[in-house]
């Protein structure tokens, strides 16, 4: 039985880099487009053995700015791994694009060549805003690009929409995010602004003017509650969808599915097996070129460690945790973890249905304090199911402030 695959394509490319942005992009370099495809055919073409005994069902093209490669070269990178692998007739194929960078006729290209979703950065509905964070765009642009992307015949929109901005206040966000959803996507993201060392918002992490944990907690909270009420229902702590539109590849990191990704900076999963390539346009064409190997970092992820990521991934989902699910996997046992998700049950931080535990969205805001002492507390039974004889340590009481509330992971995963 053939099992399912997705496929990450990182497109680094970018008419400027965004003051917050710390993905892998690069700027300025449009003249070694025809080098990275041909770095990217020839690293599909290499790796195509791999993909024996796997159906690709999702597809996609994140930055960067894929969208600026080109539909010439983002159609010759699809219709190669069309070539190379078995991607089913159904298969969800996304791109991202920024509002700045749509032009209809080239998207009529790309869904004909079989795109079918489109996730657009839109960030913010307020110019000012935008222009502040680096952005390219107006929000005209973005209801622009919106219509050009449905007249192109794409069924799927995403739009990506940021909060805690600077100097933004709480109907700021509300204003912003209700212009989002009267353009009609059928999903959303929605991510704080987090500044990131590295960057050029880093001068700004001490600034008055960045919203705290509790205001960007409190814009989190009516984002939950407004798009639930506009039909988005959450699925993960960041992303929100109409009924059929849950992004099909993002879930794949959540779960635990399969993907494999080509280019630079691209993180893979088979098998039991995570790596990375060079964050590096040079070093990854080189390293295709020359045969010399693109992988930066391997890790292999097996027993103990297969069920703590069951864990620690399915706990950023609304689908959660079951014992059952979780036992019929690794055949151990869970019943530290169900009394620390009990306790957190009792401060309204996490809830129990049909079986299944999850978060609260107020759970999901302390997610990497929680899900941290789940994962200690996991370990804790492993080590006393291991060595009944020893003494059992002291579980603590889970103690975490909602005010401040730590934030959980905001920004995308690929």
Known sequence: MEKKLGVYIHIPFCRSRCLYCDFYSTAGREGDMARYLSALLRHIREYSPQLDGYVIDSVYFGGGTPSRFGASR??????????????????????EANPESVERGDFTRLRRAGFNRVSLGVQSADDKALRGLGRAHSFKDAEDAVAAVRAAGFKGVSLDMMYGLPGQNAEEWSDSLLRAMALGPDHISCYGLKIEEGT??????????????DRQADMYLYAVDALSRFGYKQYEVSNFARRGAVCRHNIKYWTGGEYIGFGASAHSYVGSVRYALFSDID??????????????????????????????LRLRTTEGISEEEYYSIYRCGMKRVLELLASYSERGWATERDGRWRFTPEGFLLSNTLIGEILDAHTR?????????????????????LFGRERAVTGRTY
């Open 74 to 95: 983002l159609i010759a990178v699809l219709d190669e791994l069309k070539r190379r692998g078995h991607v089913s007739l159904d298969a969800e194929i996304t791109l």
């Open 200 to 213: 050029p918002f880093y001068i700004f992490r001490d600034s008055p003017f960045i919203p705290d944990d």
């Open 283 to 312: 070093r990854y064409m080189e390293g295709v070129e020359s045969g010399g190997g693109v992988v930066e970092t391997r890790e292999e992820i097996a027993g103990f460690d297969l069920a703590a990521e069951y864990l620690m």
């Open 381 to 401: 039974e492993r080590t006393e199911t291991v060595r009944p004889w020893q003494t059992a340590p002291t579980q603590d009481d889970g103690q975490a402030t």
